[in-house]
């Protein structure tokens, strides 16, 4: 007999899926639908493609995302109530569209095995110079912290070292930690990694998988430290303390029984904390960060040690990959596949939190799942699949670090080496319709003159991507598609919107990051307009079924650092 949870999930889906199955254009009493832009006509796809862009509309995105962020799904949260209920709905939504189920054991959802961990009030981090009165920092206001071992408590009192950046890159000829015994110690560290304009060196301007928060916990774990405190600066991060805050706030997650080390203290300061440490030690912080950007930087003990009691609950759960199947029609090439993906995770209730404490993640990432389920629908409608098989993947705990994609890219339905194309939508924002789009990473593929000839058809400019410094590449659920070998990028527009100048775009863009991205004001909102949602959703539609259609599968291009990962897979030592 199901549970109690899912008696209600699938009553609440079944419920919202006739809704949106119904005409949506009057759903919203309070503004008028905007007709979509013309479906343009793409050379060298069949009608059947033609058919399946024709049939996406956006007011079914509109709905979609307005089911998806009420506070009835209570943010989406990853192993909370509201995140079951998500993957419910779309595994629902999936199998109203005829769609094969590609989950385990012939369902629509693959679990993913997690350890939850929610640091506790009364947690706490105290950082003591030599020389100097200790520092005694406030949870949430001046630090964040999480005690990855998951225990329930844990003391530590150790030395500090100053780390730079923190990064071992053999390519780059860059090692944070050479000549420095860092075992036991706590380390702090920057985010980011060294400034450079040279593409040769950290890829320039932008931002490689180094400067990633995430790389930083795991490589000092492999190191053997105790912990690792991050400082954050607005401009490295590319977010203020309010996202680093919301986000570390309630339960985070990891995978569970991986084997990895695991940092007993993983935390972030505020800058000021940093730069009243350093000047407690001596020091110069601003000094400190120059210094740690230039070759020859060596890392060093600081007067100064850190002491801490993490208090957890934690707990093993359960969380699900959503997957679906639009099987090919090519008796040959239908054991090869293209790849969707959209993360339906948000951050759930935060508790402790003053005021409304649902983050609802309409924008993210409610409209990235509303364009994924439309061109499921779309392309479950066409009247001939394409030759090689669809996956759809709404893929959860993308919010804990990718978590949810990771695991899928290391359990695939197929082998990684027969996936042609990962494409994914995160983020997509509903303002209108777009003149331009952002393919960040679509270039290191073979298959990028194929795009741009798309990009042209539409009528969209690609642009690079506007905020390289922010490493997007390295921050949505294609990145783990990568990992994999595969060929894989996220699809987003620019910022330049008909009607608008760029500016304009980029006012909106930055206004989003400043009051809603990972905050409870991430709302649905009436006055959205999701045109270009569903200019996105026919532009993936037409990428998609030509990378489904085409002899060759899709490749890195020869010397790309995720070329080598394919080649393993191909040749079966991956």
């Known amino acids: 007999m199901p549970s109690r949870l899912s008696s209600i ?19 919203d009493t309070s503004r008028t639908a905007k007709p979509d832009p013309v479906v343009p006509q793409v050379s060298g796809l069949p009608s059947s493609a033609e058919q399946a862009m024709a049939a996406v509309d956006s007011e079914r995105i509109r709905a979609q995302v307005r089911f998806l962020s009420s506070d009835l799904l209570e943010g989406r949260g990853t192993g909370q109530r509201g995140g079951e209920i998500a993957a419910e709905y779309i595994a629902t939504q999936f199998a109203l569209y005829g769609l094969k189920p590609a989950g385990d054991n012939g369902t629509f959802q693959q679990k993913v095995p997690l350890q939850g961990i929610a640091t506790q009030d009364g947690t706490t981090l105290t950082l003591l110079p030599n020389n100097g009165a200790p520092q005694e920092l406030k949870y949430r206001d001046d630090f964040v912290a999480m005690d990855n071992s998951g225990k329930p408590r844990n003391d530590i009192d ?37 400034p450079s304009d040279d593409p040769k060196f950290f890829a320039g301007k932008a931002l490689t998988y180094y400067g990633r928060w995430t790389y930083k916990f795991e490589e000092a774990a492999r190191q053997g430290a105790a912990g690792v405190i991050l400082i954050h600066k607005t401009d490295m991060a590319s977010y203020g303390w309010n996202v680093v805050r919301n986000s570390w706030s309630g339960e985070r997650s990891l995978l569970r029984d991986t084997g990895t080390p695991k940092l007993a203290l993983a935390a972030w300061i505020q800058y000021d904390v940093a730069r009243k440490l350093a000047q407690s030690c001596g020091m110069n912080l601003d000094e400190m960060i120059a210094a740690a950007g230039k070759r020859g930087f060596k890392a060093r003990p600081l007067p100064a040690r850190a002491k801490a009691t993490l208090l957890s609950k934690v707990r093993n759960f359960d969380s ?9 029609s090519d008796p040959t090439l239908r054991d090869e596949a293209v790849l969707y993906s959209a993360h339906y995770d948000h951050l759930g209730i935060v508790p402790g939190m003053p005021g409304h404490n649902i983050y609802n993640g309409a924008q993210d990432n409610a409209t990235g799942v509303g364009i994924l389920l439309e061109i499921a629908r779309a392309f479950a409608a066409a009247k001939q699949p394409p030759k ?32 042609s194309l990962a494409l994914n939508y995160d983020d997509v924002p509903p303002l209108g319709v777009p003149e331009e789009v952002n393919v960040a990473g679509a270039e290191r593929t073979t298959y990028y003159p194929a795009v741009q000839r798309m990009a042209r058809q539409f009528g969209l400019a690609i642009v690079p991507d506007a905020r390289p410094e922010a490493g997007h590449y390295f921050r949505s659920d294609h990145f783990s598609f990568a990992r994999a070998g595969i060929p894989a990028f996220s699809i987003d527009e620019g910022d330049k919107y ?10 909106q863009a930055e206004d989003y990051v400043a009051h809603r991205y990972h905050q409870p004001s991430d709302e649905y909102r009436p006055s959205m307009d999701f ?32 070329a080598r990962i394919r080649a393993s897979s191909q040749a079966g030592t991956h």
């Open 388 to 419: 090689r098989t669809i996956y759809f993947a709404s893929v959860t705990a993308e919010e804990q670090g990718l978590l949810g994609s990771e695991y899928l890219g290391k359990h695939l339905p197929v082998p990684a080496q027969d996936i």
């Open 498 to 507: 008909r009607g608008h100048d760029r500016e304009w775009g980029t006012e």
């Open 320 to 328: 699900s990959n959503v997957v679906a199947k639009l099987p090919g």
């Open 531 to 562: 045109r270009g949602d569903a200019v996105m959703a026919r532009f993936g539609i037409a990428l998609g079924w030509e990378a489904a259609s085409q002899t060759a599968l899709v490749e890195w291009q020869q010397g790309d650092e995720f």
């Open 9 to 27: 999930a699938l009553t609440v889906a079944l419920a919202a899926g006739l809704l949106v199955s119904q005409t949506t254009h009057t759903s």
């Open 158 to 194: 150790a030395g500090l070292l100053w780390m730079g950046y923190g990064i071992d890159a053999p390519e780059f000829n860059w090692n944070d930690y050479r000549d420095v015994d860092v075992r036991g110690k706590v380390l702090l560290m920057l985010v980011n990694e060294p």
